[in-house]
C-alpha cells in the first residue's frame, strides 16, 4: 500500500500540467507544499513544478535554483521530455530575471529536442493509446518551446522574431486542440501587435481572448488579458475605460494572488494618473507598485518602474529624485541584454537632460533610443523619440535637423493606429513646439503650398528637398499643436470623470468590473458591506468600521447575531444567547447598552424594532457575503444547463474564503458556521460531479483535494475521486484512492469505510 504522501505526489506528477494550464497555480502550491521536503527533492519532476510556481509567483531566484536541481537530475536520468519541459520553464525565469541569452539558449535547446524526440515518435510499436499520449506530451511541450523562444525575442525588442514564434506555437497548440494555451499565445502576439502600434489588431485578439477566459471562468488569465487590454486603451487614449480594465485586472489578480499583474496594473493605473496631471495619486500608486517589484525580482519591471518614476519627478521639477531614479535604472540595463530596454532608458535620460536644457547630451542619448526602437520595430516609442529629438535640436539652434525629425515622426505616426502617446510627450514640450511654429510662421504660406518631400525632385539637401522638407515639418507642427490642445481638454474632462472633485485625493478610485457577472452580483458601491466568511470585516459608507467604533466586540457580535437570524429575535432571546447569567435588570441594562453602541456605530436606522422583536433592517442598501453564497448555491442547483450551473457554483465557492465568523466562539455562531460548511462541502460535491460529466477530470480530481483539505474523512470525496480515475482508465489510480479512503478512516475515526464506498470498489474493479 502507499502512503498519503506517495499517493499525492504520484496526483502531482500526473495531473500538475492540467492544473497550471488551468490556472490553479495556488492550488498546486498547496499540493506541493503539503509533501515532505525529502519526497519533492528526491522527484525532479515535482522540483520542475515547484520551481515553475515560484516563478509565476514573482520569486524568480528561488524558482531558478529548483529548476536548475531539475534540470540536472531529469539530464542525468535521461528524460529527455521532462527534461526539455524543465528548460522550457527555466528560459521563462531566465527572461523574467532579464538575462535574455540565457533564455534563448534554454528555448533553443528545448526546441531542438522536442523537434528530435515528436521526430521519432513514428511509427511504433507501442499500442495506440500511449503513443498518442507521448506524442501530445511532446508537441505540448515544443509550443510551449516557441513560446518561450517568441517572448524572449519579444523581450530583446525583436518583435517580428517574436511575433513568429509566437504563431508557431499557437499553431502548435491548436493542432492538439490546447485551446487555453493557444489563447496565452494569442494574448502574446496581440501585446506584440500592441508594441508594434498596431492597435486594432491588438484589441481584436484581446477581446477573444477575454471572452475565452471568461467562458472558463480562468480568474488568473482573465486579469492578465484585461491588464492588457487596460494598457492599450491607455495608449489609444480611452482613460475612462483604461482604467475600469486596469482596476479589475487589479481586483482579479489580488483575488488569485497574481502578484506580477498587481505589480504591472499599479504602474500601468500611476502612469495613466501621471497622464492626466493628478501628482499624489500617481506617487501613491507607484510605491505601492514598488512593493510588489521588491518582492517578485522581474527585471523589465524594475527597470520601467525607475523610469516612470523619473518621469513623475521630472513632471514636478524634482530633479534630484529624477536622476536618482534613473541612476537606479542605468544599473539594471548596462548589460544591454535587451536594446528595448536600453531604448527606454536612453530616452528617458534624454528627456531627463533636455529638462535641464542640456541639449547636446539629450541628442546623443535620444538618437541611441531611436536606433534602438527602430531597429526593434516599436514605431510608437521611435516616433515619441524622434518628437522629443526635434525639441532637442530646436533647443541647440540645429532648426533644419529637428524639421527632419518632425518629418520623420509624422511618417511614423502614420504607420501608427493612435497618437496619445505622441499629444501627451508633446504637452511636455509645448514651448520647443511652439518655438518651432514661431520659426516657421513667417513663410508658414508659402510652405503650406510646398508640395510633400515625396514628390521633390533632387538629393534632399538641395534646396528644393530642404523646402520640401520644412513644408512637411509646417503642415505637421500646425496639425500637431491643434490636437495637443483638443487633448488638454479631453484631459481636464476624463480627469474629472475618474476623480470627482469630492474623491480628488483617493489613491486608486474603485472602478465598475468590466466581467460579465450574474445580473443580480453585488456591486462595490453598496453603502454597507459585510463580509463574515473567513473573516469578519463591515464597511459602512465606505470606511471599514473598527473595534474602537464598536466599543465593545458584544455590540458587534449582536449586530452579526441580528443578521444571521433573518426573522429577528426577541429581547428575552438575545439575553439567552449573550448574557444567559444576568438578572433581569442587568439584562435590560447591557441591552440597551449594546443596542445603543451598535447603532452609533452603523446608524439609526440598522435595527428595527416591530411586535417585540429586533431584525436588521433588509431595506438598508447592503451586500451581505452568506446571502450571496446561498443565493448562488440555490441558483446553481435549480439551473438545468451545465454551462450555467457551473458558472454560478464556481461563483459561490469564489464567495466562501473560509468559515463563518472565525473569530466567534457563541454557540448561535457554530452552528452557522457547521450549516454554512456543510453547504460548502454540498457545492463542492456538486461541482465535482459536473467537472466529471463534462470530462473535466484534471478539474474534478482539484475539487476532491479541495474537500480532502477541509475533511480527509469525506468518503463522498473519495467515492468521486473513484470515479473521476476510472473514467480516465487509471485503475491503480482508483485503487490507491480506496486504499486512501481505507487509512484515513482507520486512523481518524477508527471505522472502516461504507458499504456504499466498498460497492463502488468492487463495480469499478470488476
Known amino acids: 500500500m502507499l502512503d498519503e504522501p506517495q499517493t499525492t505526489a504520484n496526483l502531482i506528477v500526473m495531473a500538475g500540467d492540467s492544473v497550471l494550464h488551468s490556472g490553479q497555480n495556488k492550488l498546486l502550491d498547496t499540493w506541493l507544499n503539503s509533501l515532505p521536503d525529502l519526497l519533492v527533492e528526491q522527484r525532479p519532476q515535482l522540483l520542475s513544478f515547484k520551481g515553475c510556481i515560484l516563478v509565476a509567483n514573482g520569486k524568480h531566484e528561488q524558482g531558478l535554483r529548483l529548476l536548475n536541481q531539475a534540470e540536472m537530475a531529469l539530464q542525468q536520468a535521461g528524460d529527455e521530455a521532462q527534461h526539455a519541459i524543465t528548460l522550457t520553464r527555466r528560459a521563462t525565469a531566465y527572461r523574467l530575471l532579464g538575462n535574455y541569452h540565457a533564455a534563448d539558449e534554454d528555448a533553443e535547446r528545448a526546441f531542438a529536442q522536442l523537434d528530435e524526440l515528436m521526430s521519432g515518435l513514428a511509427p511504433t510499436s507501442e499500442p495506440q493509446d500511449v503513443h498518442q499520449s507521448d506524442a501530445h506530451q511532446i508537441a505540448d511541450a515544443l509550443a510551449a518551446a516557441c513560446a518561450a523562444r517568441g517572448l524572449s525575442a519579444c523581450q ?50 484581446f477581446r477573444r481572448t477575454l471572452t475565452f477566459w471568461q467562458e472558463l471562468n480562468n480568474v488568473f ?23 475600469e480594465y486596469l482596476t479589475e485586472a487589479y481586483r482579479l489578480a489580488d483575488r488569485c494572488g497574481y502578484k506580477r499583474i498587481l505589480a504591472f496594473g499599479l504602474v500601468s493605473l500611476g502612469d495613466l494618473y501621471v497622464d492626466l496631471g493628478t501628482v499624489e495619486p500617481a506617487r501613491e500608486t507607484y510605491a505601492a507598485a514598488r ?80 536606433a534602438a526602437f527602430e531597429e526593434g520595430g516599436q514605431r510608437k516609442d521611435a516616433a515619441q523619440t524622434r518628437l522629443v529629438l526635434a525639441a532637442a535640436c530646436y533647443q541647440s539652434d540645429d532648426a533644419e535637423t529637428a524639421y527632419l525629425h ?8 502614420d504607420s501608427l493606429e493612435g497618437d496619445t502617446v505622441l499629444l501627451v510627450a508633446g504637452q511636455r514640450i509645448l514651448p520647443h513646439l511652439e518655438g518651432i511654429a514661431a520659426q516657421l510662421q513667417a513663410e508658414l504660406p508659402k510652405l503650406l503650398d510646398f508640395p510633400f518631400l515625396s514628390d521633390a525632385q533632387g538629393e ?76 469578519t470585516e463591515i464597511i459602512n459608507e465606505g470606511q471599514p468600521v473598527r473595534s474602537g467604533d464598536w466599543q ?65 433592517n433588509r431595506a438598508l442598501d447592503y451586500s451581505y457575503d452568506v446571502e450571496e ?59 465535482g460531479e459536473l467537472h466529471l460529466e463534462l470530462s473535466e477530470f484534471a478539474e474534478a480530481i482539484a475539487v476532491c483535494q479541495t474537500l480532502f483539505s477541509e475533511d480527509s474523512c469525506l468518503e463522498e470525496a473519495h467515492r468521486l475521486a473513484m470515479r473521476v480515475y476510472a473514467a480516465m482508465g487509471n485503475r491503480a489510480a482508483v485503487v490507491r484512492q480506496y486504499e486512501q479512503c481505507m487509512r484515513v478512516l482507520r486512523e481518524e475515526v477508527d471505522a472502516p469505510p461504507s458499504d456504499q464506498t466498498n460497492e463502488l470498489f468492487e463495480a469499478l474493479m470488476a
Not at 505637421?476 to 484631459?491: C, M, Q, R
Not at 446553481?636 to 461563483?651: F, M
Not at 474564503?657 to 455562531?669: E, I, V
Open 221 to 243: 488569465r482573465q486579469a492578465h488579458t484585461l491588464n492588457n487590454l487596460g494598457f492599450l486603451c491607455h495608449q489609444q487614449g480611452a482613460y475612462v475605460q483604461a482604467h
Open 552 to 616: 465593545a466586540q458584544s455590540a458587534r457580535d449582536l449586530f452579526l447575531c441580528l443578521l444571521a437570524h433573518e426573522d429577528g429575535l426577541t429581547k428575552e432571546e438575545i439575553g439567552s444567547l449573550f448574557w444567559s447569567d444576568s438578572a433581569p435588570a442587568q439584562l435590560k441594562a447591557r441591552f440597551k447598552n449594546m443596542v445603543y453602541r451598535l447603532r452609533r456605530a452603523l446608524s439609526p436606522e440598522v435595527v428595527t424594532y416591530e411586535n417585540n422583536v429586533y431584525k436588521f
Open 406 to 413: 518632425l518629418v520623420q515622426c509624422a511618417k511614423l505616426m
Open 460 to 535: 534632399h539637401d538641395t534646396p528644393a528637398a530642404l523646402s520640401a522638407q520644412r513644408a512637411e515639418a509646417a503642415r505637421f507642427i500646425t496639425s500637431f499643436l491643434k490636437k495637443i490642445a483638443l487633448f488638454s481638454t479631453k484631459i481636464a474632462t476624463v480627469r474629472q470623470q475618474i476623480f470627482p472633485p469630492d474623491r480628488q485625493e483617493t489613491a486608486v478610485p474603485v472602478a465598475q468590473p468590466l466581467v460579465e457577472k450574474p445580473t443580480d452580483a453585488p456591486t462595490a458601491d453598496k453603502s454597507m458591506v459585510i463580509r463574515t466568511l473567513g473573516r
Open 156 to 205: 530583446r525588442g525583436d518583435l517580428d522574431t517574436g511575433i513568429h514564434w509566437l504563431m508557431q506555437a499557437r499553431d502548435h497548440y491548436t493542432a492538439i486542440s490546447d485551446l487555453q494555451n493557444a489563447a496565452g499565445a494569442t494574448n502574446d502576439i496581440a501585446l506584440a501587435h500592441l508594441h508594434a502600434g498596431k492597435y486594432v489588431l491588438a484589441d481584436a485578439e
Open 291 to 370: 512593493k510588489i517589484v521588491a518582492e517578485i525580482d522581474e527585471r523589465f519591471l524594475a527597470i520601467y518602474l525607475e523610469l516612470a518614476e523619473a518621469n513623475l519627478a521630472c513632471f514636478t521639477s524634482d530633479w534630484l529624485q529624477a536622476y536618482n531614479h534613473l541612476d537606479r535604472a542605468s544599473q539594471l540595463v548596462l548589460d544591454r541584454h535587451s536594446r528595448y530596454e536600453w531604448g527606454l532608458y536612453r530616452m528617458a535620460m534624454g528627456q531627463f537632460y533636455l529638462s535641464q536644457e542640456k541639449s547636446e547630451r539629450a541628442i546623443s542619448l535620444l538618437s541611441d533610443a531611436v
Open 629 to 687: 453564497f446561498l443565493d448562488y448555491a440555490t441558483r446553481a442547483k435549480e439551473n438545468p444547463s451545465p454551462v450555467e450551473k457551473k458558472r454560478l457554483l464556481l461563483a459561490a465557492i469564489e464567495l466562501y474564503q473560509g468559515d463563518y465568523l472565525p473569530d466567534t466562539d457563541a454557540m448561535w455562531a457554530w452552528l452557522e458556521r457547521e450549516r454554512l460548511r456543510r453547504i460548502f462541502t454540498e457545492i463542492n460535491l456538486e461541482l
